[in-house]
Structure formats: C-alpha cells, structure tokens
C-alpha cells in the first residue's frame, strides 16, 4: 500500500499521531476505511473539532459530521470516544501480526 491513502492533507495530521503511517494504512485496510475517512479518524486522534477538521480538509464541517456519522455506523461505536478504542483495538495488537493480517486482506488492493 505504501501511503497511497495518506494524502498531503492527513500526512499533516500524522504529525501527532499514535501511529506510523504504515500502520495507519493497514488499520485502514482491515477497517476498511475509504481515504477520507481516514482523514476523519486522523482529525480525530488528533483531537480536532470538526470544524479544524472541515478546514483542513476544505470541505464543510457538515460534511465532516456526515462522514463522523458513517463511521460509527460502519464501526458499531456511538462516540468519538468508542471509535478511538475501535480503531486502537486495531492497532494495538504486535506490529508483526498487524503486518501479515493486513498483508493477507489488502492482496487485492
């Protein structure tokens, strides 16, 4: 995958973030995120509002909150707070065994 979904824009949220961009691509696979949504997610453990996040983006903070809304429903979380555990649930298990999982799902891609 080697940063494909990691545009310039959410490359400027990994500044913060709890993980490298290699691992942000492969929760993004196993999550099957689309590459907005991970800009979403990115914003999010950054803690940024969803207007800073709009603005990043450059799209309407109303959009934002969409995306937000489909997220929880595409992760079966109800909060900003569940969808971080969600996602760290992803992350968190040893690099080695997130590689080859991720490796294994995202052949196709």
Known sequence: MGGRRINQVAQGFLNAAVFSAQEWENIACILSLSPRQ???VLGIFNDHT???IAFHL???SHTVHTHLNRLYAKLAVHTRAGLVL???AEGLPEMKSR???ANSICKVL
């Open 38 to 40: 991970l800009q979403i």
């Open 50 to 52: 969803e207007s800073a």
């Open 86 to 88: 969600r996602v760290m």
């Open 58 to 60: 450059g799209v309407s």
């Open 99 to 101: 590689q080859r999982r």
